[in-house]
Every structure is written in structure tokens, then in C-alpha cells.
């Protein structure tokens, strides 16, 4: 469904170039997702058994609102959900075992994109927390330096811990954590978050000269020898909003698909 090819810059940053190898079995995914069965999509990534299960109408005219958006000259919230989306999915399938926040179900949250939180194997103790920013943008250089650098610098400085604490207790709270007030002692005092930034590209960013030129500045902003502070995904697709509508079009043909069975 989605492959992944290694990229990185030396010691500065690594990660990985996403491309779509079905895009049919991705379109359901997402529909289950803005249906508000993440939860059946975990299985189905894991593997697991799980029992498929028809949407009511009202859960169908709900995802249709995710998945359309609210003017078809201005696509970006919606694409930039869908990107959230496919985000949230290729991590799950990249590492499987770390804690992740659900996908957000409205358009624009002001919340984080994604929040990770990697634990030891007792399953008890918080190695680190990843921090997601996840962009569909047909300019990204310019969104990393106008609102990832920034955002990341800001949680550098702490300025965002009380959310970061809440979001991050919410989520190990919902996981039957044994002690999630060890665990956020960890997040803040022992400085163990890292940074991941998902973005669309295209064709200026899609070589490795492009990558390193849009990546640039993140050391400064994230320092620390260690690169696994600095995780970089990449997407490429020369024309991103027809493909994304395209996508949105597919996830809404497979949700009424699964209405229709409960009719």
C-alpha cells in the first residue's frame, strides 16, 4: 500500500520518501478513518483479527464532510486532513509498536498532528515522544520555514509543555499505561522528545539536493548529536491537489460501499 525509500542528510536528519503502491486499498483505510473506525484500521495494519462492520448514515454523511471540501477552490483543509491521514497510517506501518494518537476528526485543529509516544518493553516507562508536524503544501520549503521551524523551536523552549503533558497523559491513559505520572516526569524533565515532519513535494524537492535544501535549518532548530531527534518524510506527487481530490473521491465510493451493506 505504501513503500518507503530511506533518505537522510549525513548526521542532520533521516527518514523516508513515501510513495503509493495501492491506492485502492489506501482509499479504504481512510474511509474506515473518517468513518471513525481508526480503531479497525490499527487492526488491520497489525494483522490482527477483527470484524468488519457496515457505517450508519449518520457516520457516512460525517465522513463525506471530512473527505469534501467546504469550497472546491480552497482544498487545503481537507487535503491537509487527508495528508494527516496517510501520515498516521505509514507511521503505524514504519513502527507499529509506539503509542499514537488518533487522527483528528475536524478540519484545521489547532491541536498537535500527531503525538508518538515510544515506551521500553516492560510497556511501563516512556523512552520518548515524538512530536508530528504533517504537511499537504504546493510550497513546502516555504511551510517549513513559516510554521514547522517555528512550532519546533517553540517546543524546544517549553513553551507548549502544558499541552504537551495533557495530550500526551490523554494518550497513555487511554492505553491502560501502569504510571502515566512517571511517564510525563520523563517527557518534561528528562528532555526526551523528538521531532518528526511529514510534507508533500514536488518536483524542485523530489532529488537529494532538493530534500537537503528543504530540510535546512533543522539542526539548529532541534540540536543534539543524536538524528533520531530529526525524522523527515517526504511525498511526492508533481500534481498534488488533483491527486488528492482524486483520493477523497475514492475514500467516499468505498464509504457508501460500506453503508450500503447495512441497507
Keep these: 500500500m505504501i513503500k518507503f525509500e530511506p533518505i537522510s542528510h549525513g548526521k542532520i536528519w533521516s527518514g523516508s520518501d513515501w510513495s503509493i503502491t495501492n491506492e485502492d486499498e489506501l482509499a479504504n483505510l481512510i ?6 473506525q481508526y ?27 471530512l473527505l469534501t471540501p467546504t469550497d472546491d477552490n480552497k482544498p487545503w483543509h481537507r487535503d491537509g486532513w487527508l495528508f494527516q491521514v496517510i501520515s ?43 512530536v508530528c508536524e504533517e504537511k499537504a503544501t504546493t510550497v513546502p520549503r516555504n511551510k517549513i520555514t513559516s510554521q514547522v521551524w517555528p512550532e ?6 517549553g513553551s507548549r509543555d502544558n499541552e504537551l503533558v495533557s495530550e500526551a497523559t490523554t494518550l497513555l491513559a487511554g492505553n491502560t499505561h501502569l504510571n502515566p ?72 465510493s468505498a464509504a457508501k460501499a460500506m453503508e450500503a451493506e447495512n441497507v
Aim: hydrophobic share 35%; with cysteine.
Design 31 to 36: 474511509a474506515r478513518v473518517a468513518l471513525g
Design 39 to 65: 480503531r479497525y484500521v490499527l487492526k488491520i495494519l497489525k494483522d490482527t483479527e477483527c470484524e468488519a462492520y457496515a457505517p450508519t448514515s449518520s457516520a457516512l454523511e460525517g465522513a463525506i464532510r
Design 88 to 130: 498516521w497510517i505509514a507511521a503505524n506501518i514504519q513502527d507499529p509498536q509506539t503509542l499514537k494518537s488518533p487522527p483528528q476528526m475536524i478540519h484545521a485543529d489547532k491541536g498537535f498532528d500527531g503525538l508518538h509516544l515510544c515506551l521500553d518493553d516492560t510497556r511501563e516507562n516512556v523512552i520518548s515522544i515524538i
Design 152 to 157: 519546533f523551536k517553540s517546543l524546544e523552549a
Design 181 to 252: 505520572d512517571k511517564a510525563i516526569h520523563e517527557i518534561i524533565w528528562k528532555k526526551v522528545r523528538k521531532y518528526r515532519v511529514s510534507i508533500t513535494i514536488g518536483d524542485n524537492e523530489c532529488t537529494d539536493d532538493g530534500r537537503r535544501n528543504l530540510f535546512k535549518g533543522y539542526k539548529k532548530i532541534v540540536s543534539g548529536e543524536g538524528v533520531s531527534r530529526r525524522r523527515a518524510e517526504t511525498f511526492y506527487q508533481s500534481r498534488l491537489r488533483d491527486w488528492m481530490k482524486q483520493i477523497a473521491n475514492k475514500a467516499i
